[in-house]
């Protein structure tokens, strides 16, 4: 058996010498060798020259692994896939892969692979193609070259780590990257999806688990339990699990606040839904801004329910939850309200069974209630759906359990007919964008079936229910409407599925605000239908109590978004 070695010199990847002709193409220059890896001579060398064709628009022909394949990339509106077929063995099935489960591409040079014990040689680029494999949905990756140009465009290689990937360590020897893990987000899904998808694609960028209890700050060295050896890893990550609902806002206060005080930059990736982010928020905000204060950079993928934040912002594009736009955004400020409820306003936790009281404000207003949100503040129909269906029985069944929560609501069990919300509800808006000067407009009706006001465009993936907020714009706006037979409220929800067509009804408001006013002076005894949502989480107000929303312009957390 003849073995081959490379014996010229040139450019390299990975510690294999590509050597190019003047004309580009690339030569290698092969001894054959014996069993024992020796050289048979000199006179044996081969030259072998390989100039493939130049890849085109839509086909290309390279390589997948250490298989010669002709590429095609095949669009078809909104769906795209990645087809390769063998030019080797004609009677292998084509295969393909869907655009929307690739995480990156990435590029690694020039390099040299073997195949049977001959060289294979690869000209110009190398990606390794980083997916998501169906139907098991684990991490998948293979090593390519020479790929159609307009997939090059749609899915440009990365070169290089984004900064928020590549912290340097805090003063103290710690990683500046933190990983939470909601395990009760949703239909709790993200315990597996980071075992089997994120941790795998993170340790292909050389970003690792950190052992702390290993950790020695003064030589910098770090003992790996999973590799059983001493390295000095720069790149690392800290995994938090959340074991109740607390759990993020407590972190946030002992570890994340004071670190940003005192000015360290930090990653924090966040495996669960919109309720994440809010914790992170709210903790956040619960003391004032120092001088040095440095704002965390949240990498949020979605394993909540509704991921009204994440869809909003094309941070979930495509099938892998917003790990592609982890790898290749940007860092941007995520815009805020901030809510203030009448004193004795509680949150309703553990599934309605208990209440926990809010922050208290510290600017005077003794009593009050704080609450900051980044997605929604609603009362009524919303709020009370999505209150009932946040049950273990109802997150079961995922985004689908606000629909099952609807059909109660608008149908009860007693044949009543849906619920009136009484309450008086004032708008705050600008008198003019020169001036900034609210203006205040009260709602003419003492009865409401629907208020809703929103910094996102998307409630759920296919909920429009704000078509004219742009990601991150900040931009406060309220979706309103009365009271309704059922089948006309079904009829209004079942347009905001169709590209937010509901704004266009006659019978539904849809305005930019400052702010909004909610007062339960002259309504609602029972405390059911006091339940204010923001961003998913239920506040009750006191009998009588009010509720007012505002756009917050202070800057506390940036959000990772590759739009």
Avoid at 97 to 112: F, P, R, S, T
Avoid at 180 to 193: H, N
């Amino acid at each position: 058996m003849q073995r081959f070695g490379i014996s010229s010199t040139g450019d390299s990847c990975f510690g294999r010498p590509v050597p190019r002709t003047r004309d580009n193409k690339i030569h290698l220059q092969m001894q054959p060798r014996n069993a024992n890896n020796r050289s048979s001579g000199d006179n044996d060398r081969v030259d072998w020259i390989w100039n493939p064709k130049k890849p085109g628009e839509l086909k290309a022909e390279g390589t997948r692994g250490t298989d010669r394949v002709e590429w095609e990339y095949i669009k078809h509106g909104e769906k795209r896939r990645l087809k390769w077929r063998s030019l080797e063995d004609r009677s292998h099935e084509d295969d393909s892969v869907d655009v929307d489960d690739i995480i990156a591409v990435h590029a690694i040079g020039e390099h040299v692979t073997y195949k049977n014990e001959r060289p294979l040689i690869i000209d110009k680029e190398c990606y390794k193609v980083h997916t998501i494999g169906r139907p098991d949905g684990k991490f998948k990756f293979f090593t390519v070259s020479s790929l159609p140009l307009a997939f090059l465009r749609d899915f440009p290689p990365i070169t290089s780590h984004p900064k928020y990937l590549s912290l340097p360590r805090n003063r103290d020897g710690s990683p500046s990257m933190h990983i939470i893990i909601s395990t009760l987000a949703g239909t709790q899904g993200a315990s597996v999806f980071f075992k089997d998808v994120v941790k795998t694609t993170l340790a292909q960028f050389f970003i690792f688990d950190y052992e702390g209890s290993h950790f020695d700050p003064k030589s910098g060295v770090v003992k790996w339990g999973w590799q059983q050896q001493v390295q000095t890893v720069e790149k690392s990550y800290i995994i938090h699990e959340t074991d109740s609902a607390e759990s993020v806002t407590e972190l946030t206060k002992s570890v994340f606040l004071p670190r940003a005080q005192e000015g360290m930059e930090q990653t924090i990736i966040v495996l669960s839904g919109d309720g994440g982010v809010l914790d992170i928020t709210n903790a956040l905000l619960t003391s004032p801004k120092t001088d040095t204060y440095v704002k965390p950079v949240l990498g949020l993928l979605a394993l909540g329910t509704g991921n009204a934040l994440a869809h909003s912002t094309g941070i979930t594009t495509g099938n892998t939850l917003g790990l592609a736009n982890l790898l290749r955004g940007t860092p941007k400020p995520l815009p805020i309200f901030k809510a203030t409820f009448s004193p004795r306003a509680a949150f309703f936790v553990d599934e309605g069974r208990r209440k926990v009281p809010l922050n208290t404000s510290k600017d005077g207003d003794s009593g009050l209630g704080i609450i900051y949100g980044a997605v929604v503040a609603s009362w009524g129909f919303h709020a009370s759906l999505v209150a009932d269906s946040d049950t273990a029985e109802y997150r079961q069944h995922g985004a689908e359990r606000f629909q099952m929560a609807a059909k109660e609501l608008l149908s009860p069990s007693d044949g009543s007919t849906p619920h009136r919300y009484r309450a008086k509800v004032t708008m705050m808006k600008r008198s003019s964008e020169e001036s900034g000067i609210e203006a205040y407009e009260t709602i003419n009706r003492e009865d409401h079936m629907y208020i809703l006001a929103t910094l996102v465009s998307n409630l759920e993936k296919n909920l429009l229910i704000s078509p004219s907020s742009k990601p991150l714009d900040g931009q406060l706006r309220l979706v309103h409407f009365g009271p309704l037979p059922a089948d006309e409220v079904m009829n209004i929800m079942g347009l905001a599925y169709q590209d937010g067509r509901h704004v266009k009804e006659a019978g539904v408001g849809y305005d930019d605000v400052e702010g909004i006013r909610i007062d339960y002076e002259r309504g609602e005894k029972e405390e059911r239908w006091r339940r204010v949502c923001i961003d998913g989480k239920i506040v009750v107000v006191n009998e009588g109590g009010w509720v007012e929303v505002k756009r917050e312009h202070r800057e506390v957390v940036d959000i990772i978004h590759s739009g």
